[in-house]
Protein backbone atom coordinates (compact mmCIF):
# COMPACT_ATOMS: atom_id res chain seq x y z
CA UNK A 1 0.00 0.00 0.00
CA UNK A 2 1.40 3.25 -0.99
CA UNK A 3 1.25 6.02 1.27
CA UNK A 4 1.86 9.29 0.56
CA UNK A 5 4.05 12.10 2.15
CA UNK A 6 2.80 15.87 3.30
CA UNK A 7 1.23 17.03 0.74
CA UNK A 8 0.51 13.58 -1.42
CA UNK A 9 1.63 12.45 -4.94
CA UNK A 10 -0.55 11.11 -7.64
CA UNK A 11 2.07 9.75 -10.86
CA UNK A 12 1.21 11.95 -12.95
CA UNK A 13 0.65 10.89 -17.08
CA UNK A 14 3.13 8.93 -18.81
CA UNK A 15 5.17 7.97 -15.43
CA UNK A 16 7.57 5.35 -15.69
CA UNK A 17 8.30 3.67 -12.21
CA UNK A 18 12.05 2.38 -11.92
CA UNK A 19 12.64 -0.27 -8.64
CA UNK A 20 15.45 -2.87 -7.95
CA UNK A 21 15.05 -6.44 -7.21
CA UNK A 22 17.00 -7.87 -3.32
CA UNK A 23 19.34 -10.05 -5.45
CA UNK A 24 23.00 -11.07 -5.59
CA UNK A 25 25.54 -8.27 -4.50
CA UNK A 26 22.15 -5.88 -3.68
CA UNK A 27 23.58 -4.25 -7.23
CA UNK A 28 19.70 -3.22 -8.54
CA UNK A 29 19.46 -1.42 -5.08
CA UNK A 30 22.69 -0.10 -5.71
CA UNK A 31 22.40 1.76 -8.92
CA UNK A 32 18.84 2.88 -7.47
CA UNK A 33 20.52 4.62 -4.84
CA UNK A 34 23.07 6.10 -7.70
CA UNK A 35 20.06 7.48 -9.69
CA UNK A 36 17.75 9.14 -6.47
CA UNK A 37 21.00 10.85 -5.56
CA UNK A 38 22.02 11.90 -8.99
CA UNK A 39 19.29 13.17 -9.85
CA UNK A 40 18.29 14.29 -6.56
CA UNK A 41 14.95 13.27 -6.12
CA UNK A 42 12.67 13.72 -3.37
CA UNK A 43 10.78 11.06 -1.92
CA UNK A 44 7.04 12.01 -1.98
CA UNK A 45 6.08 8.28 0.14
CA UNK A 46 6.15 5.10 1.44
CA UNK A 47 5.24 1.61 0.27
CA UNK A 48 3.93 0.11 3.30
CA UNK A 49 4.10 -3.61 3.05
CA UNK A 50 4.35 -6.55 6.15
CA UNK A 51 6.37 -8.73 3.36
CA UNK A 52 9.61 -7.20 4.17
CA UNK A 53 12.02 -7.55 7.10
CA UNK A 54 11.18 -3.74 9.44
CA UNK A 55 13.95 -1.26 9.14
CA UNK A 56 15.07 2.25 10.12
CA UNK A 57 17.72 4.27 9.44
CA UNK A 58 18.86 7.70 8.68
CA UNK A 59 18.24 9.59 5.46
CA UNK A 60 20.98 7.57 2.90
CA UNK A 61 20.86 10.69 0.58
CA UNK A 62 21.34 13.71 3.05
CA UNK A 63 23.73 16.43 2.50
CA UNK A 64 23.03 18.64 5.34
CA UNK A 65 23.14 18.21 9.12
CA UNK A 66 19.41 19.20 8.99
CA UNK A 67 18.60 16.53 6.41
CA UNK A 68 20.21 14.03 7.91
CA UNK A 69 18.21 13.68 11.08
CA UNK A 70 15.25 12.40 8.79
CA UNK A 71 14.01 8.58 8.72
CA UNK A 72 13.79 6.08 6.58
CA UNK A 73 12.12 2.97 6.15
CA UNK A 74 12.37 -0.44 4.06
CA UNK A 75 10.29 0.35 1.32
CA UNK A 76 10.40 4.10 -0.33
CA UNK A 77 8.82 6.20 -2.99
CA UNK A 78 11.09 9.02 -4.71
CA UNK A 79 9.48 11.00 -7.93
CA UNK A 80 10.81 13.72 -10.06
CA UNK A 81 8.29 15.54 -12.64
CA UNK A 82 10.42 16.83 -14.88
CA UNK A 83 11.80 13.34 -15.78
CA UNK A 84 7.97 12.00 -15.66
CA UNK A 85 9.79 8.97 -12.94
CA UNK A 86 8.79 7.37 -9.95
CA UNK A 87 11.56 5.29 -8.25
CA UNK A 88 11.12 2.18 -5.44
CA UNK A 89 13.33 1.84 -3.40
CA UNK A 90 13.88 -1.20 -1.38
CA UNK A 91 16.08 -1.76 1.56
CA UNK A 92 15.84 -5.01 3.13
CA UNK A 93 15.02 -8.63 2.13
CA UNK A 94 11.52 -10.80 1.59
CA UNK A 95 10.26 -12.22 5.08
CA UNK A 96 10.22 -15.98 3.76
CA UNK A 97 7.26 -17.42 2.13
CA UNK A 98 5.94 -13.41 1.45
CA UNK A 99 7.19 -13.29 -1.77
CA UNK A 100 3.97 -14.12 -3.79
CA UNK A 101 1.94 -11.93 -1.56
CA UNK A 102 4.48 -8.55 -2.13
CA UNK A 103 5.06 -9.37 -5.81
CA UNK A 104 0.69 -9.27 -5.86
CA UNK A 105 0.81 -5.91 -3.66
CA UNK A 106 3.16 -4.44 -5.92
CA UNK A 107 0.92 -5.40 -9.48
CA UNK A 108 -2.28 -3.97 -7.98
CA UNK A 109 -0.25 -0.70 -7.10
CA UNK A 110 1.61 -0.67 -10.19
CA UNK A 111 -1.75 -0.99 -12.02
CA UNK A 112 -3.99 1.10 -9.97
CA UNK A 113 -0.74 4.03 -10.72
CA UNK A 114 -1.10 3.45 -14.55
CA UNK A 115 2.56 3.36 -15.07
CA UNK A 116 3.73 3.52 -18.65
CA UNK A 117 6.18 0.88 -18.02
CA UNK A 118 7.90 -0.71 -15.18
CA UNK A 119 11.76 -1.39 -15.17
CA UNK A 120 12.79 -3.52 -12.82
CA UNK A 121 17.20 -3.86 -12.27
CA UNK A 122 17.95 -7.18 -10.99
CA UNK A 123 21.34 -9.75 -10.61
CA UNK A 124 22.21 -13.22 -11.32
CA UNK A 125 24.79 -15.14 -9.76
CA UNK A 126 27.69 -15.52 -12.39
CA UNK A 127 28.92 -18.88 -11.32
CA UNK A 128 25.26 -20.36 -12.58
CA UNK A 129 25.69 -19.37 -15.84
CA UNK A 130 25.67 -22.02 -18.54
CA UNK A 131 28.25 -22.08 -21.45
CA UNK A 132 25.86 -19.93 -24.06
CA UNK A 133 26.04 -17.09 -21.72
CA UNK A 134 29.65 -17.42 -20.69
CA UNK A 135 30.43 -15.47 -24.03
CA UNK A 136 29.78 -11.52 -24.70
CA UNK A 137 28.04 -8.85 -22.13
CA UNK A 138 26.91 -9.62 -18.75
CA UNK A 139 23.68 -8.00 -19.08
CA UNK A 140 20.42 -9.37 -19.97
CA UNK A 141 17.11 -8.15 -20.29
CA UNK A 142 13.35 -9.55 -19.97
CA UNK A 143 9.99 -8.13 -21.57
CA UNK A 144 6.82 -8.45 -21.18
CA UNK A 145 4.45 -9.44 -24.47
CA UNK A 146 2.37 -5.91 -23.84
CA UNK A 147 5.68 -4.31 -23.68
CA UNK A 148 7.71 -6.22 -26.46
CA UNK A 149 6.03 -4.90 -29.81
CA UNK A 150 6.58 -1.27 -28.14
CA UNK A 151 10.32 -1.77 -27.73
CA UNK A 152 11.89 -4.39 -29.54
CA UNK A 153 13.21 -2.14 -32.35
CA UNK A 154 14.85 -0.15 -29.44
CA UNK A 155 16.25 -2.99 -27.86
CA UNK A 156 17.63 -4.46 -31.32
CA UNK A 157 19.22 -1.16 -32.39
CA UNK A 158 21.21 -1.09 -28.81
CA UNK A 159 22.29 -4.76 -29.47
CA UNK A 160 20.76 -5.96 -25.79
CA UNK A 161 20.93 -9.47 -25.16
CA UNK A 162 17.86 -11.49 -24.47
CA UNK A 163 17.67 -13.72 -21.16
CA UNK A 164 18.22 -17.69 -22.32
CA UNK A 165 15.99 -20.28 -21.10
CA UNK A 166 17.07 -22.59 -19.39
CA UNK A 167 16.97 -26.42 -19.88
CA UNK A 168 14.43 -27.79 -16.89
CA UNK A 169 16.45 -31.42 -17.16
CA UNK A 170 19.70 -30.74 -18.59
CA UNK A 171 21.12 -33.78 -20.13
CA UNK A 172 17.81 -35.97 -20.29
CA UNK A 173 14.97 -33.65 -21.77
CA UNK A 174 16.55 -30.55 -23.33
CA UNK A 175 13.42 -29.39 -25.14
CA UNK A 176 11.86 -28.57 -22.22
CA UNK A 177 12.96 -24.84 -21.11
CA UNK A 178 12.34 -22.23 -18.53
CA UNK A 179 13.28 -18.85 -17.57
CA UNK A 180 15.94 -18.94 -14.39
CA UNK A 181 17.02 -16.34 -12.62
CA UNK A 182 19.17 -17.73 -9.69
CA UNK A 183 20.06 -15.13 -6.82
CA UNK A 184 17.72 -12.82 -8.43
CA UNK A 185 15.57 -13.11 -5.72
CA UNK A 186 11.57 -12.09 -6.60
CA UNK A 187 12.72 -10.89 -10.09
CA UNK A 188 10.95 -14.32 -11.73
CA UNK A 189 8.19 -14.25 -10.27
CA UNK A 190 7.12 -10.34 -10.68
CA UNK A 191 7.99 -10.77 -14.19
CA UNK A 192 5.90 -13.64 -14.62
CA UNK A 193 2.94 -11.64 -12.42
CA UNK A 194 3.40 -8.51 -14.36
CA UNK A 195 2.93 -11.30 -17.74
CA UNK A 196 -0.24 -12.34 -16.60
CA UNK A 197 -1.70 -8.78 -15.36
CA UNK A 198 -0.83 -7.56 -19.26
CA UNK A 199 1.85 -4.81 -17.85
CA UNK A 200 4.60 -3.05 -19.52
CA UNK A 201 7.39 -4.83 -17.45
CA UNK A 202 11.20 -4.87 -18.41
CA UNK A 203 13.90 -6.80 -16.48
CA UNK A 204 17.59 -5.41 -16.54
CA UNK A 205 19.76 -7.84 -14.98
CA UNK A 206 23.65 -8.16 -14.64
CA UNK A 207 25.51 -11.94 -13.80
CA UNK A 208 27.67 -10.75 -10.70
CA UNK A 209 28.76 -12.57 -7.76
CA UNK A 210 28.81 -11.48 -4.13
CA UNK A 211 31.87 -8.76 -2.93
CA UNK A 212 32.24 -5.19 -3.84
CA UNK A 213 29.64 -4.28 -5.96
CA UNK A 214 29.75 -1.15 -6.23
CA UNK A 215 31.23 -1.33 -9.89
CA UNK A 216 28.05 -3.86 -10.77
CA UNK A 217 25.99 -1.16 -10.25
CA UNK A 218 27.69 1.75 -12.09
CA UNK A 219 27.77 -0.57 -14.77
CA UNK A 220 24.13 -1.41 -14.74
CA UNK A 221 23.48 1.93 -14.14
CA UNK A 222 25.20 3.12 -16.92
CA UNK A 223 23.51 -0.30 -18.95
CA UNK A 224 20.23 1.02 -18.54
CA UNK A 225 20.97 4.74 -19.14
CA UNK A 226 22.10 3.42 -22.81
CA UNK A 227 17.65 3.18 -22.66
CA UNK A 228 15.87 5.26 -20.47
CA UNK A 229 18.36 8.38 -20.71
CA UNK A 230 17.86 8.78 -17.25
CA UNK A 231 21.56 10.88 -17.01
CA UNK A 232 23.14 13.35 -19.43
CA UNK A 233 26.30 11.38 -19.17
CA UNK A 234 27.15 8.28 -17.78
Known sequence: ???PAAGGWSPPDGCALLLPAV???NVGQLAVDLIISSLNIPKVG???TDCLVPMV???PYATSEEHAKELCINAEVYASSDKKLAVLQIRSPLIKNKSRAFCQALTC???KCA???VVLLSSSHAYQRD????FGTPFRYLV???LQTLVADTLKALEWKEMEKMSSYPGINDEEKKISIPGGGFTKRLFEDCCSEDIHMAVVLKFCSEGDNIPDAFALLNHVNRWLHLLDSP
Not at 131 to 134: E, K, N, R, T
Open 144 to 146: TPA
Open 23 to 25: SVG
Open 46 to 48: YFY
Open 109 to 111: WIK
Open 57 to 59: GNN
Open 115 to 117: FTR
Open 131 to 134: DSQL
Open 1 to 3: MFV
